[in-house]
């Protein structure tokens, strides 16, 4: 599915998570179990050094992140956001975690730019996850 952004929840969202929104639409798909809704998964986009680094999120119902996935990296330095084993430190993280770097976050050496780009991405959308999910089929 596709879910257009209103200017003002996008506004809303931008302005607590300090990253802007790569579009104003996202990408969704819904997962279910027979008839019953148990996850979403989104697929978005934030700027890395230059270029988009595309990555997808899957949040169960009541809005914790349950995976992620780094799909594309396009930068020469810094793709180690895309192991496993860091992007496992954000399962279980919502809207009401904290996402600080070199506290709640691992840093990772020589991927600072992508490690804060990756961060505040995921952030966004557990964000915007509570502001949306009523809009979602």
Do not use: C
Not at 110 to 129: E, F, P, R
């Amino acid at each position: 599915h596709i879910l257009k952004l209103d200017k003002h929840l996008i506004k809303e969202v931008e302005n607590q998570v300090k990253q802007k929104f790569y579009r104003d639409k996202l990408f969704y798909w819904t997962i279910s179990k027979g008839d019953s809704t148990m996850a979403y998964a989104f697929l978005d986009n934030v700027i890395g050094k230059s270029m988009p680094i595309t990555f997808l999120v899957i949040l169960n119902i009541n809005g914790d992140i349950i995976n992620t996935n780094v799909i594309k990296y396009r930068e020469a330095y810094g793709g180690e956001v895309g192991n496993t084993g860091w992007l496992q430190q954000f399962y279980t993280r919502n809207n009401n975690s904290r996402y600080k770097i070199g506290k709640d976050i691992d840093g990772i050496s020589g991927a600072t730019i992508s490690v804060k780009s990756m961060t505040k991405g995921l952030q966004k959308i557990t964000a915007l996850y509570p502001l949306i999910k009523n809009q979602l089929k």
